[in-house]
T-cell receptor, first 114, second 112 residues
């Protein structure tokens, strides 16, 4: 069965630190990859997505993610975090085998210390 | 443009009861997906409706059922509630079947 693994459940960083959140998936076929973010008190919203093409994807608010097919990974990065990046981040995957339904990771809670 | 709305915001039920949760999709969106998010976990796909027909179902028992109406709003019904059904229930709508999903705020269901 398809699954998505996010390595860290909680991450605490200081402002201006660099961020990398890991995401690995188990899936054999062609995949679409997503990162969603949930800011405190707000709805889940799409941060960025990869369908095909350039494996380095840029999203909103300075975030980017790199799809490495050989490692089944789609890690999220930001060179310099801000206090406003405090949120929960979810990686999700879909593909033909899941009938394009989203399979989600457990999420990473990111806290940025001012 | 009105986003995805869900009602009620919170709900408390007891074991064995039945519950109906409602979702209004974003204007023009014909696809609605429902998810269950238990505490500390990511969302789990329950089912999806496309133009009033069920289009895919996750690993949930038949006591989880749904409907989509001609205006594309949707309901999630859960019968014979169990303690483990306590969770945040999320609705998401999209403009087309494989389109970006826009999420509502969720309904927090507590089963006692």
């Amino acid at each position: 069965a398809q699954s998505v693994s996010q390595h860290n459940h909680h991450v605490i960083l200081s402002e201006a630190a660099s961020l990398e959140l890991g995401c690995n998936y188990s899936y054999g076929g062609t995949v679409n990859l997503f990162w969603y973010v949930q800011y405190p008190g707000q709805h889940l919203q799409l941060l960025l997505k990869y369908f095909s093409g350039d494996p380095l994807v840029k999203g909103i608010k300075g975030f980017e993610a790199e799809f490495i097919k050989s490692k089944f990974s789609f890690n999220l990065r930001k060179p310099s975090v801000q206090w406003s990046d405090t949120a929960e981040y979810f990686c999700a995957v879909n593909g033909e085998d899941s009938n394009y339904q989203l399979i989600w990771g457990a999420g990473t809670k990111l806290i940025i210390k001012p | 443009e009105t986003g995805v709305t869900q009602s009620p915001t919170h709900l408390i039920k007891t074991r064995g009861q039945q519950v109906t949760l409602r979702c209004s999709s974003q204007s023009g969106h014909n696809t609605v997906s429902w998810y269950q998010q238990a505490l500390g976990q990511g969302p789990q796909f329950i089912f999806q409706y496309y133009r009033e027909e069920e289009n895919g179902r996750g690993n949930f028992p038949p006591r989880f059922s749904g409907l989509q109406f001609p205006n594309y709003s949707s309901e999630l019904n859960v019968n014979a509630l169990e303690l483990d059904d306590s969770a945040l229930y999320l609705c998401a709508s999209s403009l087309f079947l494989l389109g970006e999903q826009f999420f509502g705020p969720g309904t927090r269901l507590t089963v006692l």
